[in-house]
């Protein structure tokens, strides 16, 4: 049943960690404080629709922290009580970096993996492994990642006899962070299956080949690593896909999928980007005139991933600026108090000369033509504020 197989999966990583943990380097005069980690409580999954974590993803890093970092005392009053709150993904990744920073500690993504425990991941975990064979389990995975993580993607592909999983993010990770969602994969997961088979396993990174691999080697136990590869992937035979987990218990399997179609609609859904970028200019547009750059870095993204992931939705930065400035230059137009000028400043033009052009552009009249239309067309003004 799941259970056996969770808790064997348990003693034998328990056992593991035991042996094989070593300090972690200490750079010189920077211990870690409880403060660093708690002056930012977990913010809500509905955070201005920000992507977010589960903190079940912190368990694995403060573990590898207790080891010359932080005492278990200080790691359990960082760890919320609450251990389905969600922090947004910026955060998270800020508080790696600084991990990494004071700890000196490149590796610090696969020690954290290492100490990956049967059970860290729960609903999600149990409803994966409770499938019939890992072939199964694939869809579960996809369906349900977004109870731990809202940017992590898993896509199956099928060629020439191979099974290629492939991990992307719809934000831009640190080498830390991407190191950690790839090895506790592996290690929570598909190591359990794959160190019981003789099939041969690849695991694929984008960056360089690094100085020591040692520790890449030890994250990712029996398997061929490969550098420079388009992109993050587990790599093994197709035939494995089919291989049976053993002890299925369907009646099982199907409760937790039940409970968990239940938390994934508790869930607030993250806000398409469109949207976000909307509410982004909105934000700046009375301090300027917002450049996509300005956007891209307020949204943790690169220029060119931001209009890569505008273009699938189907629009581009400009277009949303433009569509966005011209609804409210209606609206503003329609208020008693605000001139011309005024209205140009909240919109972030430049001077009122700019929004002249724009605004005969989108309706072939200028601002006060427009004005006047809708003043004879509607004699009692509005008296609604300005949104931005």
Same mark, same amino acid.
């Given at each position: 049943?799941?259970?056996?197989?969770?808790?064997?999966?348990?003693?034998?990583?328990?056992?593991?960690?035991?042996?094989?943990?070593?300090?972690?380097?200490?750079?010189?005069?920077?211990?870690?404080?409880?403060?660093?980690?708690?002056?930012?409580?977990?913010?809500?999954?509905?955070?201005?629709?920000?992507?977010?974590?589960?903190?079940?993803?912190?368990?694995?890093?403060?573990?590898?922290?207790?080891?010359?970092?932080?005492?278990?005392?200080?790691?359990?009053?960082?760890?919320?009580?609450?251990?389905?709150?969600?922090?947004?993904?910026?955060?998270?990744?800020?508080?790696?970096?600084?991990?990494?920073?004071?700890?000196?500690?490149?590796?610090?993504?696969?020690?954290?993996?290492?100490?990956?425990?049967?059970?860290?991941?729960?609903?999600?975990?149990?409803?994966? %492994?409770?499938?019939?064979?890992?072939?199964?389990?694939?869809?579960?995975?996809?369906?349900?990642?977004?109870?731990?993580?809202?940017?992590?993607?898993?896509?199956?592909?099928?060629?020439?006899?191979?099974?290629?999983?492939?991990?992307?993010?719809?934000?831009?990770?640190?080498?830390?962070?991407?190191?950690?969602?790839?090895?506790?994969?592996?290690?929570?997961?598909?190591?359990?299956?794959?160190?019981?088979?003789?099939?041969?396993?690849? %695991?694929?990174?984008?960056?360089?080949?690094?100085?020591?691999?040692?520790?890449?080697?030890?994250?990712?136990?029996?398997?061929?690593?490969?550098?420079?590869?388009?992109?993050?992937?587990?790599?093994?035979?197709?035939?494995?896909?089919?291989?049976?987990?053993?002890?299925?218990?369907?009646?099982?399997?199907?409760?937790?999928?039940?409970?968990?179609?239940?938390?994934?609609?508790?869930?607030?859904?993250?806000?398409?980007?469109?949207?976000?970028?909307?509410?982004?200019?909105?934000?700046?547009?009375?301090?300027?005139? @917002?450049?996509?750059?300005?956007?891209?870095?307020?949204?943790? %993204?690169?220029?060119?991933?931001?209009?890569?992931?505008?273009?699938?939705?189907?629009?581009?930065?400009?277009?949303?600026?433009?569509?966005?400035?011209?609804?409210?230059?209606?609206?503003?137009?329609?208020?008693?108090?605000?001139? %011309?000028?005024?209205?140009?400043?909240?919109?972030?033009?430049?001077?009122?000369?700019?929004?002249?052009?724009?605004?005969?552009?989108?309706?072939?009249?200028?601002?006060?033509?427009?004005?006047?239309?809708?003043?004879?067309?509607? @004699?009692?003004?509005?008296?609604?504020?300005?949104?931005?």
């Amino acid at each position: 049943m799941c259970g056996r197989l969770v808790s064997s999966h348990l003693q034998r990583r328990r056992t593991a960690v035991v042996q094989d943990s070593k300090p972690i380097p200490q750079a010189a005069g920077a211990l870690f404080s409880p403060r660093t980690w708690t002056a930012r409580e977990p913010e809500t999954a509905d955070h201005a629709g920000e992507p977010t974590f589960s903190v079940r993803l912190m368990a694995p890093f403060l573990r590898a922290l207790q080891h010359g970092h932080l005492s278990m005392n200080d790691a359990e009053r960082i760890i919320p009580r609450d251990l389905e709150a969600r922090i947004p993904v910026r955060t998270a990744l800020e508080l790696l970096e600084l991990a990494v920073v004071r700890t000196g500690d490149p590796a610090l993504g696969l020690r954290a993996a290492l100490e990956v425990e049967a059970g860290d991941f729960e609903l999600f975990e149990y409803a994966a %492994v409770s499938s019939r064979t890992l072939g199964d389990s694939i869809p579960i995975i996809q369906r349900y990642l977004r109870l731990l993580n809202d940017v992590l993607e898993i896509e199956l592909e099928r060629r020439a006899g191979r099974a290629i999983l492939r991990f992307s993010s719809r934000v831009p990770l640190t080498r830390a962070a991407s190191d950690f969602q790839l090895a506790a994969f592996y290690q929570g997961f598909a190591r359990c299956v794959f160190s019981k088979t003789d099939c041969r396993c690849e %695991v694929w990174r984008t960056h360089e080949r690094p100085a020591d691999p040692s520790f890449y080697q030890r994250a990712f136990d029996g398997a061929e690593l490969r550098f420079s590869m388009p992109y993050d992937a587990i790599v093994t035979e197709e035939q494995l896909l089919e291989r049976d987990f053993g002890d299925t218990d369907f009646k099982l399997h199907a409760l937790l999928c039940r409970i968990a179609e239940e938390r994934l609609a508790e869930l607030p859904l993250a806000q398409p980007l469109t949207q976000r970028v909307r509410a982004t200019i909105v934000a700046e547009l009375r301090g300027g005139n @917002p450049s996509v750059e300005w956007v891209a870095q307020r949204l943790h %993204v690169s220029r060119r991933t931001l209009a890569r992931k505008l273009g699938l939705e189907g629009t581009c930065f400009k277009a949303i600026l433009d569509d966005l400035r011209r609804g409210l230059a209606r609206r503003y137009l329609a208020l008693d108090g605000l001139g %011309v000028s005024e209205v140009a400043a909240l919109l972030g033009f430049s001077d009122a000369a700019a929004f002249h052009r724009a605004f005969r552009r989108w309706w072939n009249l200028s601002p006060s033509e427009y004005r006047r239309a809708q003043r004879s067309a509607r @004699p009692a003004s509005p008296s609604n504020k300005p949104l931005a």
